[in-house]
């Protein structure tokens, strides 16, 4: 089975840190993803990453970056932790393969980030 | 841009019941997927069915099952004989051409002994 491990479940920090979120996969998958997920609004899409060193934005980049330095490992930073960044943070995977679309996401527990 | 639309934000039904929950999407793409994924409070997300856009035939995996309406962007989920481990959030979710999904708000699935 696939195994997302995303490093904590809940997170408490203070506005202005600079807050990192860690994903890591165990299926040597080559797409890794970061969402938010908020009452009403599903899940949107803050960033995602084809390859290693690799990332394209998603629908709401804007406050977030990431790093993806090994294949295995994708991180989400948010450079200056405001309030309207508390949210449930979620993170994919999925396989690549070449004329196909249809490779599901596997996704990891959630960490729950609360901004004061 | 492609949208996903769930218009029911919770859904109740009985044990052993049979529910269904509606998904609308629109899009300008002929070659898409479609998914169901399914969150239990305080689980992870896992996807529960998928329907490839160019298959007439509507995806079946046990108890769920799809009613696929490519002319009228439709994509509603069958649960049948429901369970108590049934209640969970589930999101109907887009991909077309690429890897980004695009997921609908939600439906509360609740489920009643």
């Known amino acids: 089975d696939v195994k997302v491990t995303q490093s904590s479940r809940y997170l408490v920090k203070r506005t202005g840190e600079k807050v990192f979120l860690e994903c890591v996969q165990d299926?040597?998958?080559?797409?890794m993803f970061w969402y938010r997920q908020d009452p009403g609004l599903g899940l949107r899409l803050i960033y995602f990453s084809y390859d290693v060193k690799m990332k394209e934005k998603g629908d709401i980049p804007e406050g977030y970056s990431v790093s993806r330095e090994k294949k295995e490992r994708f991180s989400l930073i948010l450079e200056s932790a405001s309030t309207n960044q508390t949210s449930m943070y979620l993170c994919a995977s999925s396989l690549y393969k070449a004329g196909s679309n249809h490779q599901p996401q596997h996704f990891g527990d959630g960490t729950r980030l609360s901004i004061l | 841009a492609q949208t996903v639309t769930q218009s029911q934000p919770e859904m109740s039904v009985q044990e052993a019941e049979t529910v269904t929950l509606s998904c609308t999407y629109d899009?300008?793409?002929?070659?898409?997927?479609l998914f169901w994924y399914k969150q239990p409070p305080s689980r992870q997300m896992i996807l529960v069915i998928r329907q490839e856009a160019y298959k007439q035939q509507n995806a079946t995996e046990n108890r769920f099952s799809v009613n696929f309406q490519k002319a009228a962007k439709s994509f509603s989920l069958k649960i049948s004989d429901s369970q108590l481990g049934d209640a969970a959030m589930y999101f109907c979710a887009y991909r077309g051409y690429g890897n980004k999904l695009v997921f609908g708000a939600g439906t509360i699935l609740r489920v009643k002994s």
């Open positions: 299926m040597d998958h080559e797409n």
């Open positions: 899009t300008s793409e002929s070659d898409y997927y």
